[in-house]
């Protein structure tokens, strides 16, 4: 089950021809999809789309009615290859992923994809991680577009232009035999708006009807003498296919034309922030009425060479806002306005940040740059984000209070189930020495941050493993130990990662980190999910997984709150004389879901009088010395400081706040880590039974009698109140 | 006048809160109160892993659809990100989120409503320093203030508590109480009502959070000098200092008392079994310093007995006598009281047995599990006794034999290696810990005490000799620095190499310019990290000590 629940939300899919609908992007893009007949539906959850595959998740009733088959994609590159039905087929199909990593992934299918070129729609949504809040390495999607010649739409962040621009790129698909993509930004992506629904349409052919129904056409497969063929008919027929439909359906748009000479050219991602920047510059309003022509690429990939000589044709000059490196947009302009002989002089990345995301701030200062050296008088406006830094009205003007604010990532959740497998690691490391460590993607990666500090490299998605393959040496003893989830496992890790180890004979320990869930992404389930899963098949073991690739040295440690046995465990496999690699599957349900499911159980328990016992940890206040050495091996958000009560003592104590989910981790790691005397641990007992009742009387029998002795001795020293 | 600055714009909010606190629960909440109400509404968050515990903001502007309408009938582009200066609202969940809002520009003086928690979630750097590595809360306090057009402060986070309830309706309560959008409470009440989920105690946590809006924020204590002077920006008067909780007003109430009855009443801060230390107290030491010593003596008296506080007093009176300032502030003095106490008391297992089955302390866990004063509670302490804390609380010979026998070590290990989990409130667990919190009368024959009260001694010996040459700042760094000697175990032995590494520093430092501060750094450079190379590397790097590092 997923971390977020889209239930109630996708009733919304249901409605018809003229309601408004108001939700997330990702909602709107669903309902587009249904109201284009699409017939199949795959993907790879990652931010910012992972709700996306929620969504489709808790649509499944929806889409069976509907004839439309989802299936959630083992990898990008199974997503992508997914569109080989709309090869033959004249049937349409979307799948989703987090882009550029996706794209990586998945380049394989699509180059083949674009090769051989479709009869169906074939769209590919992509969640554009770049900018704040991305968590990956910052590169663009527009780069795959161009080399294979996939069409790329870059729809304007509003719900009616994002559902239009689903419906209109599978036109552009079977009108050009091309795959599309799609991109979504990622606050695009969490957007809430509302929009004009109409009908859900089912597929005028299904998969159902294409199995029974083989069609096969030599010509599309990807191989010589086809292969030249494709190239060919790429810039042939595809590319002016393409143009041709994009101009007729005026899917790229200009406003205020005809109001100035000059002009600003802007991604369709771009627009709203392009039209703030005008906004505060007093050159356009709220509703886009602008005093400077602006052409709106909603379509990025291809470029319309005719829409941009007649745009710029009329202009003594033009703005490219065109947002992260290499500036492809702004090279392909100047390629076609010189060929066309335009005289409009071009800026771009000259007047605007070369790198880095395309913020209001960023656009106002490229924007202002540019007309005040083209349009002074279309400036009315002084919006305080451009005053200098050191101006008394900018909005940045340095205060010393504000050198105060520390940065703030993101870590472990509290009750994680991982960072107890950090604390083993680092207190095995403090036995055995430093390691070479590999680290992976997924929440785990947060080791490499304070307190813990483990991992020197992160080479992709479930490659953990491999990212230490060259570390590989007999004429030493040390290993090297790479991390991997579970997530990375079953994407690629069991063949990228275990398999290579166990052909090459590396010496290496790998940890996988078992949590449950695709974590990471929304907590999606995945094969070796504990959980039923009513449209999926789960329960497969990671272990029996790795043995089945030659594995020899494998162990499931199923608690990971226990500390010191993963510690030896680790030291164990770290020490073994075995050759080749060695697994440790660290297994335990991550928090975050785990909590989703077990709060509504316990309180329904407690309503139901049944004995259930609620945890959670401590720390005494006056046996802290305030060293905070728990927190070093720790990091738990619930596991916090607070002013020390003792008026004698001055530093601050480590304290457990209300948040704690009793994981244990605390204890384990007084234990593991001969920490402190400190902790403890409260279980309160609801609905207490007969023996319960009967040992606590006798308790409190004997503990208050020992109790006075203790009390009445410190209270002739001790001030009464 | 049209557009942005005739007033065609959307009401802009950007809200700071940390992954998982309900940030986004709340931009909900305004979508609903907004789209119901006649406006168009978007809002965007950035998610995914990003969000775990880290900063997140979210952002949603409103604008009216009358005037959307006027607008020939398209929709208002809205945008995507909060631009720097030109944010309405901003809603924090936290004191450095605050702060973060005036770093990045998005909370300005000259518009912004700022609505913020004044509760603190440290972050990881404050809380890993082995000291004290907090930022200074009224550093934060002042961008807040000087930060904002109206600051709207409250312990939110506190008033969600009381409810049993999330910060997140606590702050809508203050965004409704604020009075800066065109929405009354019933539409606020309604949006939450709306949501469908714990709705009472969101009300409820709503209600204060909306009395907290009409209160005046907190000062800050510093003055946040650096800002330029406003030149054309509008700033309201900041009004008088906002009531105190009751909380606050009762400690405040009861240190005053306290100061009083040390001066004139000393024997009614300790037990009746006190009453000549405390007489000892009046006659002997300076008025200033007297309620410390009245706690020193409280502490060293349960700790051992009537004579160690004698001996307590013994020490401090040393100090007190070469104590240039006995009769004004007696810093010298106070802070010996105060740091010969602690480490007298040094926490040994005799002691924290004590610590753990004294009822107050029962009492305070059962209130901080939220258990019914009927509910059964059971109390399980983790303990991991080493083998030099065993050899040190036996009699000094044995002990010394046995914390050089490897085998005994290696016993020891074996038997305590997985740590202790002891049920305080069984009856075995009770009577063991109250068992060795009665090995009390053993303590002064053990090796640890012998080789603590040396230790104590030729540091005071080191207090005092700076004092006499004069130099009475640098005495009262060489008190302060019984502050590195922490923690138990490992923790605990390297607080004490660090400490021997201060106390020569001192030794060399004795004599020149400004050896005080010198030491000051060096004794705030040991509490920056665990092992104390730091402090080994400033020794190094000093041009001013020359110790020997072991």
Known sequence: MAERSFASEVLKLRHGDGTVVSGEGILAVTKALLQSGVAYVGGYQGAPISHLMDVLGDAHEILEELDVYFENSASEATAAAMLAASVHYPIRGAVTFKSTVGLNVASDALANLSSGGVKGGALIILGEDYGEGSSIMQERSHAFAMKSQMWLMDPRPNMTAIVDAVEAGFELSEASNTPVMLELRLRSCHLHGSFVARDNVRPSMTVTDAIENPVRELSRVVLPPASFLHEQEKIDQRWPAAVEFIRERGLNEVFGEGKADVGIIVQGGLYNTANRAMELLGCSDPFGDTDVPVYVMNVAYPLIDSEIIDFCKTKRAVLMVEEGQPDYIEQNLNAILRRAGVACELHGKDMLAEVGEYTTSVVTHGLSTFLEQYLPESISGEPALLLADDHPNSPFVAKDSTSAVEPRPPGFCTGCPERPIFSALKLAERELGQHHVSADIGCHLFSINAPFDIGATTMGYGLGSAGAAALNSKKTDRQTIAIMGDGGFWHNGLTSGVGNAVFNDTDQLLVVVDNDYSAATGGQDLLSSGGENPIRSTKHSIEKAVRGVGVKWAKTVPNTYKVAELRDTFIDALTTKQPGPKVIIAQSECQLNRQRRVKPEFQEAVKAGKRVVRERFGVDAETCTGDHACVRISGCPSLTIKPNPDPMRTDPVATVTDDCVGCGVCGANAHAASLCPSFYRTDVIHNPDFTDRVRTSARSWLISRLSKTVEDRAAAFERQT | ?550
């Open chain 2, 1 to 550: 006048m049209s557009g942005w600055y005739g007033g065609q714009r959307p009401i802009t909010i950007a809200i700071l809160a940390m992954g998982g606190e309900g940030g986004g629960v709340l931009a909900d909440w305004i979508v609903s109160l907004g789209e119901t109400n006649g406006y168009t509404v978007q809002s965007t968050s950035v998610a995914g892993v990003a969000q775990r515990t880290g900063t997140t903001v979210y952002y949603v502007e409103l604008y009216p659809a009358s005037e959307a309408e006027r607008g020939k009938g398209t929709e208002p582009v809205l945008s995507v990100f909060p631009a720097p200066g030109e944010v309405d609202i901003v809603i924090a969940s936290e004191l450095m989120e605050a702060g973060r809002a005036v770093q990045r520009g998005f909370c300005t003086p000259d518009r912004t409503v700022l609505i913020a928690s004044t509760s603190r979630v440290y972050t990881m750097a404050e809380r890993m320093s082995p000291g004290d590595g907090r930022v200074d809360s009224n550093l934060l306090l002042a961008a807040a203030q000087s930060g904002s057009k109206r600051f709207i402060g409250a312990d939110f986070e506190a008033l969600a508590r009381d409810t049993n309830s999330v910060i997140s309706a606590a702050l809508f309560g203050g965004l409704a109480g604020a009075e800066a959008l065109p929405f009354d409470r019933i539409q606020f009440e309604d949006a939450v009502r709306r949501s469908n989920k714990g709705v009472d105690a969101s009300l409820d946590a709503f209600a204060l959070g909306f009395a907290a809006a009409g209160i005046p924020a907190p000062l800050s204590a510093v003055d946040d000098s650096s800002q330029p002077a406003s030149s054309n920006s509008v700033r309201v008067a900041i009004g008088p200092r906002p009531a105190k909780t009751s909380a606050q007003l009762a400690a405040e109430a009861d240190e005053h008392e306290r100061v009083d009855l040390a001066l004139n009443s000393p024997a009614q801060l300790v037990g009746p079994g006190l009453g000549n230390q405390a007489d000892r107290v009046a006659a002997e030491f300076p008025a200033a310093a007297r309620s410390m010593l009245l706690r020193g003596c409280e502490r060293t008296a349960v700790y051992q007995d009537v004579d160690y506080v004698d001996r307590y007093l013994d020490r401090v009176t040393r100090v007190a006598r070469v104590d240039p300032d006995a009769e004004d502030g007696a810093e010298l003095t106070i802070e010996a009281a105060r740091n010969v106490a602690l480490w007298m008391c040094y926490q040994d297992t005799s002691h924290v047995a004590l610590q753990k089955i004294r009822s107050e302390r029962i009492e305070r866990v059962r209130t901080e599990a939220k258990a019914d004063p009927k509910q059964l509670i059971q109390v399980r302490e983790y303990l991991h006794p080493q083998a030099d804390e065993i050899s040190d609380s036996l009699p000094v010979g044995l002990g010394r034999r046995l914390a050089k026998s490897k085998s005994f070590q290696r016993t020891v290990g074996k038997l305590t290696s997985k740590g202790l989990v002891v049920n305080t409130t069984s009856v075995v667990g009770y009577s063991m810990l109250w068992a060795m919190a009665r090995m009390r009368p053993m303590r002064p024959r053990s090796f640890r005490w012998q080789r603590e009260q040396a230790e104590i001694d030729s540091w005071l010996d080191l207090v005092v000799a700076a004092a006499r040459d004069g130099d009475a700042p640098l005495a009262c760094e060489i008190v302060e620095c019984q502050r590195v000697r922490k923690g138990y175990g490992e923790t605990y032995a390297r607080g004490r190499e660090s400490f021997a590494v201060l106390i020569d520093a001192a030794r060399d430092l004795q004599g020149s310019e400004d050896a005080a501060s010198v030491l000051a750094e060096l004794s705030s450079t040991a509490l920056t990290d665990e092992d104390g190379s730091a402090l080994r590397a400033a020794i190094a790097a000093s041009s001013r000590v020359s110790v020997p590092i072991r």
